[in-house]
């Protein structure tokens, strides 16, 4: 398991000068960048810093920062021109404009799924065993296909709330996509803590016969199979590496003491991230009203969850 997990940002961190929620010219918040403006947060590109700045150019800024990355070398051509156009909407509030950028990310989608899938298939976690600097940079072309493809669909879904409102919660090429990109990640997550298709001499059984219980109940729900109290037991059962010539007056277990997992669960650990991102923007989709107000202003810190008196109430501003 990482100790250090590579930093997913979409972005570079930005100085707490960028606020991401946009104010009226009364200094009343008003929404955040539609769908992609409640995204960026959730990716924690930003540093969520309430000061007198508008948001959207931060937020173009952190999406368009993937351009520097040579990972995306690929497909920097359909990315960029997706980020230009959605940067003409931005600055110049044009409909055919915000047409051309669904357009743009419906036309790209493919391939970007696809330059997941090749990022996934390509990554050998037993390679990089000992050696946690090489693995960091291994990932980086894993993370950025993750993210870039993220990007894209959540402009798509953008650009429908922004055109057709009242028809974006029936939508289902964007919720397909995400869903498609979660079953991915899922399948490639289950292999990395059983690559082998089960628990024998697999990073799981290297955490279940070591006593790591917490480590074990994290990665424990992504493996498909073994639900529940029974599912336990046969793992337990599968993982034993006793052979059948052994004696078998011994009622115990036996596990290798030389499974490779740090790599296997660093992976794993990854791909749990991405998957949040990912479900971050499912979330967004099946929750969207096109009827819903401004946002709470978020300096406002609650004393208990659900209380109506604030504990803090923070501003900011030239000093008077």
């Known amino acids: 398991m990482a100790s250090d997990p590579p930093a997913l940002f979409i972005g570079k961190e930005v100085s707490p000068n960028a606020e991401i929620y946009s104010r009226n010219e009364l200094g009343q918040m008003q929404k955040r960048l539609g769908v992609v403006g409640d995204l960026v947060p959730k990716l924690h590109c930003f540093q969520v810093t309430v000061v007198n700045q508008v948001n959207e150019e931060r937020i173009i800024d952190a999406i368009r920062g993937l351009l520097e990355d040579r990972h995306l070398e690929a497909q920097k051509l359909r990315y960029e021109a997706i980020i230009d156009t959605f940067q003409s909407y931005v600055d110049t509030g044009l409909e055919d404009t915000l047409g051309r950028s669904h357009a743009l990310c419906t036309e790209a989608a493919g391939s970007f799924y696809s330059g997941l899938e090749v990022a996934l298939a390509s990554f050998m976690p037993h390679i990089y065993q000992d050696k946690p600097r090489m693995m960091t940079n291994a990932l980086a072309p894993l993370v950025t296909a993750a993210d870039s493809y993220l990007v894209v669909l959540a402009i798509a879904f953008?650009?429908?709330?922004?055109?057709?409102?009242?028809?974006?919660?029936?939508?289902?090429?964007?919720?397909?996509?995400?869903?498609?990109?979660?079953?991915?990640?899922?399948?490639?997550?289950?292999?990395?803590?059983?690559?082998?298709?089960?628990?024998?001499?697999?990073?799981?059984?290297?955490?279940?016969?070591?006593?790591?219980?917490?480590?074990?109940?994290?990665?424990?729900?992504?493996?498909?199979?073994?639900?529940?109290?029974?599912?336990?037991?046969?793992?337990?059962?599968?993982?034993?590496?006793?052979?059948?010539?052994?004696?078998?007056?011994?009622?115990g277990h036996k596990v290798s003491s030389d499974i490779p997992f740090d790599s296997y669960l660093t992976f794993a650990d990854t791909l749990i991230l991405l998957m949040e991102r990912f479900k971050a923007l499912k979330a967004i989709r099946l929750g969207f009203d096109p009827n819903a107000g401004p946002l709470d202003d978020p300096r406002t810190i609650l004393d208990q969850e659900g209380s109506d008196t604030p504990r803090i109430a923070q501003t900011t501003g030239p000093a008077e």
Not at 177 to 198: C, D, F, M, S, Y
Not at 205 to 223: H, I, K, N, T, V
Request: proline share 5%; glycine share 8%; charged share 30%.
């Open 158 to 251: 953008h650009s429908l709330t922004k055109r057709a409102p009242e028809a974006a919660s029936r939508e289902k090429v964007v919720i397909g996509k995400v869903n498609a990109a979660i079953t991915l990640l899922e399948r490639h997550l289950q292999r990395a803590l059983l690559p082998l298709g089960r628990p024998k001499k697999s990073p799981m059984a290297a955490l279940l016969f070591r006593g790591d219980e917490q480590s074990f109940l994290r990665y424990y729900p992504y493996c498909k199979g073994y639900e529940g109290q029974a599912g336990i037991v046969r793992m337990v059962g599968e993982a034993n590496e006793i052979a059948d010539d052994e004696d078998k007056r011994w009622h």
